[in-house]
């Protein structure tokens, strides 16, 4: 038996495949093609104060390799999460960990108070990082001092464990990722998606409503590989890896390059069950190569190099 | 109906016309109960450019083979590489997915009406329906002779009624010009087929007091209601194409 699990802080997460916020719902939508527990975590679509219905369609287009969206944070609200969605998610043997987001600041710090006191969240990812909002969201996440403010702000009023979500659509990700940790962050999880768009050359005009959108999939794993091998090696909380990990190879990737942890995104529109493939893949590579925790495999990379 | 997903094999693949063909698809295990109106995510192989699953409706089924048939339009390159499988191939599909037409009150006038790829979930819709005791009458429009595509199989079901915009074969112009709506009195019109088709009979419906449900066609990133992708605006709000629809009330789109 190999060693999979990990924690941040005092956290323990039984294995370090989660899946990757606006990607997997509510975790309810795969259970009929998995058993949602075994995954090390899941963190649900981003979730805002109030109800926001989202961008009008189309809002994605296909791409070489990917796909750009752009949602806009289509959810029902915090009063909605906590009445309806809670209860059953509260079921899980999993983490649950509730991706955040908000205008102002102070939407950030109600929201993060009254995740605070639903006993089975484990966790908040401190989303700054969403492309497809106007007014806050990317722009808190690209700007160092409001990704001071509002990492500062939620970290005076949430106890559990908080992980601050990174855009990747800024010129040094690694300033950002020091600003979290300096701030009080857990952990950090990057990337978010890179801003993108595509034009149908038939209608000419965008592909997307907004004209611009968040690009997901295999065509940003370089990029996110680069980046978090960069804030692995800054900074001493654990990272979590995510963009385009379509299978456990591409997981193993990001172990090597410091990831603690990965979460799985956009593959599981393609693949359901892909999450726990890419669970299974690694447990089998580890087996293969002899190692018998995970840990010996976490920044290889910045060892051997 | 727990949604799953499968290999399955391809049994037929028959070309209709230059864009149409029709996949059998065999289980090798017992294929789920499918409700008129649903669809799979295909799994397309082999053709790089095609990143995310496409979305198809169930076009018939045969629970005593064991069968389910595809009937597609090459539209790009995903579908196109479907044109190319061979029986023995494996098709890999989610399903069933989405909700379904409603059944009609008992001794209702049904109409089916199609055009394009649209008449794809129509024959499946119209076998419900004769199961359960309605004589529905098909109106199906084509653009020209080129483009029609075999429909005897919906003779079986019921009247059918064929228009073509450019008047080659059966009366001319869309569907909604065709004077069978007229003569007969409908109470009820289901419709499937491009968006101004479709629009322009939910107008009509709506000018006839008609009941009306369309199935759209809604770009889908994973058609199971995780991405919130397939957003359509309805007097509800925005909802999912793939988990609400892909059948809808014309009376609840903001049209
Ligand atoms: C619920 C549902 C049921 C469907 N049922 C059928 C069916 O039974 N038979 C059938 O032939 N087609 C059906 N479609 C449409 C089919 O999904 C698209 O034609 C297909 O995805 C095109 O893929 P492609 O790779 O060949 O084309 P692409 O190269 O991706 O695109 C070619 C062109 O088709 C358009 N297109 C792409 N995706 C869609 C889409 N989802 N809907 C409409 N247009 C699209 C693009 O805008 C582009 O102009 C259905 C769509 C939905 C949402
Ligand atoms: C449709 C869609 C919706 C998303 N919604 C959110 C969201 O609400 N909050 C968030 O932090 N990230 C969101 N993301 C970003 C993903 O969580 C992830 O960071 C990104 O897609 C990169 O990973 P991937 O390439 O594996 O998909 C979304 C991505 C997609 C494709
Ligand atoms: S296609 Fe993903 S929610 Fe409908």
Redesign the pocket.
């Known amino acids: 038996m190999v060693k999979l699990d990990f924690k941040i802080g005092d956290l323990h997460f039984k294995n370090p495949v989660l899946t990757a916020s606006g990607t997997f719902g509510y975790g309810l939508e795969f259970d009929d093609f998995l058993d949602v527990s075994r995954l090390g975590g899941i963190v649900v679509k981003g979730i805002t104060l109030e109800p926001r219905e989202g961008n009008p369609s189309p809002r994605m287009a296909?791409t070489p390799s990917g796909m750009l969206n752009a949602v806009g944070l289509q959810n029902k609200g915090i009063d909605y999460f906590e009445k309806n969605i809670y209860p059953d998610l509260a079921l899980y043997k999993t983490n649950v960990i509730v991706n955040i987001n908000g205008s102002y600041i102070d939407d950030y710090i109600t929201l993060a108070g009254r995740i605070g006191k639903l006993k089975k969240i484990s966790a908040i990812e401190l989303n700054i990082s969403c492309p497809n909002v106007r007014m806050g969201g990317m722009a808190f996440g690209t700007n160092e001092k409001s990704a001071r403010e509002v990492t500062r702000a939620v970290r005076a009023v949430y106890q559990g464990k908080l992980i601050v979500k990174l855009s990747p659509n800024v010129t040094n990700i690694v300033d950002f990722a020091r600003i979290a940790e300096e701030e009080g962050a857990d952990s950090v999880s990057l990337i978010n998606t890179l801003l993108g768009m595509s034009v149908?050359v038939?209608t000419m005009k965008p592909a997307l409503s907004t004209i611009t959108g968040g690009l997901s999939g295999p065509a940003i794993k370089p990029v996110a590989l680069r980046m978090v091998w960069q804030v692995a090696r800054a900074l001493t909380i654990p990272v979590i890896g995510m963009g385009g990990i379509m299978n456990a190879d591409d997981a193993i990737e990001f172990f090597l390059a410091g990831a603690s942890a990965v979460q799985v995104g956009t593959a599981s529109f393609i693949d359901p069950q892909a999450s726990v493939k890419i669970l299974e893949g690694i447990e089998s590579y580890l087996v293969e190569k002899g190692f018998s925790d995970i840990r010996e495999l976490i920044g290889l990379l910045n060892k051997v190099h | 109906m727990a949604k799953r997903i499968e290999s399955l094999n391809i049994t037929e693949n028959k070309r209709l016309n230059k864009d149409?063909f029709i996949l059998e698809l065999s289980g090798k295990s017992k294929i789920p109960d499918m409700k008129p109106g649903q669809?799979v995510q295909v799994k397309?192989e082999g053709?790089p450019?095609?990143f995310l699953r496409?979305?198809?409706?169930?076009?018939d089924v045969n629970y005593g083979q064991n069968t389910l048939k595809?009937?597609?339009?090459?539209?790009?390159?995903?579908?196109?590489?479907?044109s190319r499988l061979q029986p023995g191939d494996i098709l890999n599909i989610i399903y069933p997915?989405?909700n379904s037409f409603s059944l009609p009150p008992e001794g209702q006038n049904v109409l089916l009406a199609g055009g394009?790829?649209?008449i794809?979930?129509l024959l499946f819709l119209g076998k419900y329906l004769r199961s359960n005791g309605f004589q529905p009458d098909i109106l199906l429009g084509f653009r020209n002779t080129e483009r029609i595509i075999e429909f005897n199989d919906y003779k079986e079901i019921g009247k059918v009624f064929l228009t073509t915009e450019d008047g080659s074969q059966g009366e001319k112009g869309f569907v909604t010009q065709h004077p069978v709506l007229a003569t007969s009195k409908y109470d009820r019109i289901y419709c499937?087929g491009p968006d101004p088709m479709m629009k322009a009979v939910a107008e009509y419906s709506s000018k006839n007091n008609i009941f009306c449900e369309v199935?759209?066609?809604?770009?889908?990133g994973c058609?199971i209601g995780a991405c919130l992708c397939?957003a359509v605006d309805t007097v509800r709000g925005n909802l999912c194409?793939?988990v609400d629809?892909?059948v809808f009330n014309t009376k609840d789109l903001k049209w």
């Open positions: 296909e149908d038939k | 149409f669809f397309i053709s450019g095609t496409r979305p198809i409706s169930v076009h595809l009937l597609i339009q090459i539209a790009g390159k995903g579908t196109e590489t479907l997915l989405g394009g790829c649209g794809a979930p499937c199935s759209l066609e809604n770009l889908m058609g397939c194409t793939c629809g892909p």
